[in-house]
């Protein structure tokens, strides 16, 4: 399975901007999907994650309820919806997958495909 984000740029404090997670491959709907975040000088963080289904959404605390995680498995694509962004949301953001049958996903980077990453940059 290969991974690709896109959708980063800059953005003003307040604003919002959505990340696809385009995928190749078979099987897709088989594939729970995690997106990490990670700032320079900072640790890799899991911020969201989706199961295969889509039935099964979680979030990290820095960012429930700001962002949405939803996919399109027609399409081999998870999106990546945030809204009301600060300058803490700065990072370079990847998505993540992992083949789990359940409708479960975790916000651990125990994924074993990784996209290149897109840079998402919040400043005025």
């Known amino acids: 399975l290969q991974l690709v984000e896109s959708g980063g740029g800059l953005v003003q404090p307040g604003g919002s901007l959505r990340l696809s997670c385009a995928a190749t491959?078979?099987?897709?709907?088989?594939?729970?999907i995690g997106w990490f975040r990670q700032a320079p000088g900072k640790e890799r963080e899991g911020i969201s994650c989706?199961?295969?289904?889509?039935?099964?959404?979680n979030y990290s605390h820095s960012v429930k309820g700001r962002f949405t995680a939803s996919r399109d498995n027609a399409q081999n694509t998870v999106y990546l919806e945030m809204i009301n962004l600060n300058a803490d949301d700065s990072a370079t953001y990847y998505c993540a997958a992992n083949e789990l049958l359940l409708p479960v996903c975790v916000l651990q980077p125990e994924y074993d495909y990784w996209g290149q990453g897109t840079q998402v940059t919040v400043s005025s």
């Open positions: 491959g078979r099987h897709f709907g088989n594939y729970a």
């Open positions: 989706i199961s295969g289904n889509g039935e099964t959404t």
